[in-house]
């Protein structure tokens, strides 16, 4: 009959609703981590995780296979231990969406994040769901193809490379006032308990620098020479 809706329409679009298997993607620079001694991870990191897992709980199409955390990586390098693993998954089929809290955290390489969002995951028909940025490929098709998506990424790009200047700025100062900026110091030496970036004798090393000092300077051996 006209107008009579079939008892089987709720049931198609049960049968015909798309299941997406989703990668959590979290990153975080070193810079920024504040996960000590003590923690697993970073408060960045806890804080991504919940409004991934939100995001994902609020939609019954979005089933979470896994979740892939670099915790301590630049955005400018992508070759990070979990984004490869994600990679991997996605290449065996495994998943078909990734999510990030926004574009900073897929990368700040204007170039390469432009060429995952692009070219890399619709090549792999892979859906991409950045939340802060509503950016999202299958239901806003049109979001990855804005001139704010370049433009963010550029920003986010822009973000590292003067990170990058402000932290050069402040180590070639603490060079300049004779501070140590290294994360081991040389063998004979330690770091000061009191001041980290002031080093003090190693005596129980520096009394096998000084016999290797007199064996060369005084007795004629080298690095390859048979000792006594």
């Not at 065996?92 to 170039?111: A, E, F, Q, W």
């Not at 990855?144 to 990170?163: A, G, Q």
Request: contains cysteine; charged residues 30%; aromatic residues 10%.
């Amino acid at each position: 009959m006209a107008g009579r809706k079939s008892k089987y329409s709720s049931n198609e679009n049960i049968v015909s609703k798309k299941i997406w298997s989703v990668a959590l993607y979290i990153r975080l620079s070193q810079e920024d981590s504040d996960n000590g001694k003590d923690k697993l991870e970073s408060n960045s990191v806890t804080s991504q995780k919940t409004i991934l897992n939100e995001f994902a709980n609020a939609h019954d199409d979005l089933i979470v296979y896994d979740t892939y955390i670099d915790d301590g990586f630049t955005g400018t390098d992508f070759n990070r231990p979990s984004f490869q693993r994600l990679l991997e998954d996605m290449r065996k089929g495994k998943i078909n969406c990734v999510m990030v809290k926004d574009l900073s955290r897929l990368g700040r390489n204007y170039i390469e994040v432009g060429n995952y969002i692009e070219q890399v995951f619709p090549l792999f028909n892979i859906r991409f769901i950045a939340i802060n940025d509503s950016v999202d490929s299958f239901k806003n098709p049109a979001s990855t193809n804005t001139i704010l998506v370049p433009f963010k990424n550029l920003i986010n790009d822009e973000y590292c490379r003067d990170t990058s200047i402000k932290i050069r700025t402040s180590l070639n100062g603490k060079k300049k006032k004779g501070e140590f900026i290294g994360a081991f110091p040389s063998y004979g030496y330690i770091k000061d308990p009191k001041d980290k970036h002031k080093l003090l004798t190693d005596e129980i090393a520096a009394d096998i620098v000084r016999k290797i000092f007199n064996w060369n300077l005084n007795e004629g051996l080298g690095k390859n020479s048979n000792l006594p």
